[in-house]
């Protein structure tokens, strides 16, 4: 089955700075990358995606980009603010009906 | 509607006892799945219903058992549980499943004393 690490587990920045999430995946045949954003105690929400006929995709201060060879994908966070604080979880998912195999999280942690 | 349900918010039981999970949208997706999240780990996959027929079950213990009685509702009755069954509950889904986004309910948190 598929496989997703994630790194790193814990990033703190400053207010404003970037933040850079990594995950590798194992079976090629996965083709669908989500990244979550989870708030203590609530729903995981989905901040953006990425297929694999797309290298990169970008929505206002969130940026994914996928490398299908090296079976890697990234989340860059810019102009960070305290409400990014919370934990993020990358998956990745095969066709059809699959569901998600999520990486083990990133607590992000933004400093004023 | 743009969002999915889950009922109850919690639920605590005994090992002896029998209860169910809900989950409902009426977004006209096709594809429902059950997730369960231990604190400070990621959501776990343990069923997808494909167009109300079970596709995949990752070898869920059977004192968990799904149910879909039709494309908007997805049931999980629990019995005879163990405490290390404790956690949250969440509920998704997504149109079809292919390539899409799954969205996710607000979960159920669940103690088993």
């Known amino acids: 089955g598929e496989n997703v690490e994630q790194h790193p587990s814990t990033l703190s920045v400053q207010e404003g700075d970037s933040a850079v999430i990594k995950c590798t995946y194992s079976?090629?045949?996965?083709?669908?990358f989500p990244w979550y954003k989870q708030e203590l105690g609530k729903r995981p929400q989905l901040i953006i995606d990425?297929?694999?006929?797309?290298g990169e995709k970008k929505d206002q201060r969130i940026a994914v980009t996928l490398n299908k060879t090296a079976k890697h994908f990234s989340l860059h966070i810019t102009e960070t603010q305290p409400e990014d604080s919370a934990v993020y979880f990358c998956?990745?998912?095969?066709?059809?009906?699959?569901?998600?195999?999520f990486g083990k999280g990133t607590h992000l942690i933004i400093q004023p | 509607d743009t969002e999915v349900t889950q009922t109850p918010k919690h639920l605590v039981m005994g090992m002896t006892n029998k209860k169910s999970l809900k989950c409902e949208q009426h977004?006209?997706?096709?594809?429902m799945y059950w997730y369960k999240q231990k604190a400070k780990k990621p959501p776990e996959l343990m069923f997808v219903?494909?167009?109300?027929?079970?596709?995949i079950n990752e070898s869920v213990p059977s004192r968990f058992s799904p149910e879909c009685p039709n494309s908007s509702l997805l049931n999980l009755h629990l019995h005879a549980l163990q405490p290390e069954d404790s956690a949250l509950y969440l509920c998704?889904?997504?149109?079809?499943?292919?390539?899409?986004?799954?969205?996710f309910g607000p979960g159920t948190r669940l103690l088993v004393l």
């Open positions: 998704a889904s997504s149109h079809s499943g292919w390539q899409e986004t799954q969205y």
């Open positions: 990425i297929r694999s006929n797309v």
């Open positions: 998956a990745a998912s095969g066709g059809g009906a699959d569901g998600l195999t």
């Open positions: 977004m006209g997706h096709r594809a």
């Open positions: 219903y494909s167009y109300e027929k079970l596709s």
């Open positions: 079976d090629s045949a996965s083709n669908y």
